[in-house]
């Protein structure tokens, strides 16, 4: 079993910056892709980022070079350094995890707010 647990969010002025962060315990080992998605009120859970194990990331284009994910590995925590927010980044933001064979592992998710 994998648990994450996310912490970070909160209200911020357009603009502004947030980071999140999404500590992970359990049998982590087997994890192959973490990953932050988010859901805004009304709408389906969407991807924002992903870093594999060999640190290689991908982003959604709603926050290319604005967000960054990276990764403490000797503490086992993620990160979504979230800067230039703009109120579409409204969202409960969700730490996933993918193991091999696919099991997903989520985090109980973190309110961010962005005031216009």
């Known amino acids: 079993q994998v648990q994450l647990v996310e912490s970070g969010g909160g209200l911020v002025q357009a603009g502004g910056s947030l980071r999140l962060s999404c500590a992970a315990s359990?049998?982590?080992?087997?994890?192959?892709?973490m990953g932050w998605y988010r859901q805004a009120p009304g709408s389906q859970r969407e991807l924002v980022a992903t870093?594999?194990?060999?640190?290689?990331?991908t982003y959604a284009d709603s926050v290319k070079g604005r967000f960054t994910i990276f990764r403490d590995n000797a503490n086992k925590i993620m990160y979504l350094q979230m800067n230039s927010l703009k109120p579409e980044d409204t969202a409960v933001y969700y730490c996933?995890?993918?193991?091999?064979?696919?099991?997903?592992?989520w985090g109980q998710g973190t309110q961010v707010t962005v005031s216009s």
């Open positions: 870093i594999n194990r060999g640190d290689v990331t």
């Open positions: 359990g049998t982590i080992f087997w994890i192959n892709v």
């Open positions: 996933n995890g993918e193991a091999f064979g696919g099991t997903n592992y």
